[in-house]
């Protein structure tokens, strides 16, 4: 168990629907990040928060969108889904912003999109 | 920008070793990782190497870094029916500690 919380573990969606994708970092981890993962595109990065705040910023479509909140829980938004937006989304968590040697895993939420 | 390649598959025996080859290309790479997603799990990190070393060992995990040539390894001895995994590749590069992955190797471990 890597400490790192994912809620939902599957959901299945319609297209043009909006989802809330949620994430419990490790106790203690400042850096919160969400990756996705499909078939096409393989593993790709999309957005990091440091302590409440976007610190970087990846392959992230206009349509998603995320935010970090005080008690440093993220969630990851997706809206005006699609069918190709279905994917395993990750969210993992590190001690600190910069340069951190590990980052911990959830165990991803499948969503499907149909 | 940043690439990294794996090759897709890779099949041994039990109790063989078993290497899995990766390429990057960007230079500036501080870290490179080898992460294990098991089935309906998520990602494992197994290990580490810091772009200033040529090799670490972890029990029965060897990572080699060549850095001239951008070629990192990883190398599992004595390798297990359990080992049978999907194993990625990683680098972190200068754009804060984002990382960017590899295809992925899928490790087939028979009797």
């Known amino acids: 168990d890597s400490g790192v919380t994912q809620t939902p573990k599957h959901l299945i969606t319609a297209t043009g629907q909006r989802v809330t994708l949620r994430c419990s970092p490790r106790?203690?981890?400042?850096?919160v990040y969400w990756y996705q993962q499909s078939l096409d595109q393989g593993l790709q990065f999309l957005i990091q928060?440091?302590?409440?705040?976007?610190?970087a910023k990846g392959n992230i479509l206009e349509r998603f969108s995320a935010q970090q909140f005080p008690d440093l829980h993220s969630e990851l938004n997706l809206s005006s889904l699609e069918l190709g937006d279905s994917a395993l989304y990750f969210c993992?968590?590190?001690?600190?912003?910069?340069?951190?040697?590990?980052?911990?895993f959830g165990q991803g939420t499948r969503l499907t999109v149909v | 920008g940043e690439d990294v390649e794996q090759s897709l598959f890779l099949s041994v025996r039990e109790g063989d070793s078993s290497v899995i080859n990766c390429t990057y290309t960007d230079s500036s790479s501080t870290y490179l990782y080898w992460y294990k997603q098991e089935p309906g799990a998520g990602l494992q990190l197994l290990t580490y190497i810091f772009s200033n070393m040529d090799m670490k060992q972890d029990q029965r995990l060897t990572v080699l870094l060549n850095k001239k040539d951008k070629h990192l390894s990883l190398r599992i001895a004595d390798t297990q029916t359990g080992d049978s995994a999907i194993y990625f590749c990683?680098?972190?590069?200068?754009?804060?500690?984002?990382?960017?992955f590899g295809g992925g190797t899928r490790l087939m471990v028979k009797p």
């Open positions: 990683a680098e972190s590069g200068n754009a804060g500690n984002m990382l960017t």
């Open positions: 993992a968590s590190s001690p600190a912003g910069q340069r951190s040697t590990e980052a911990f």
């Open positions: 928060y440091y302590n409440g705040e976007e610190r």
């Open positions: 106790s203690g981890d400042l850096s």
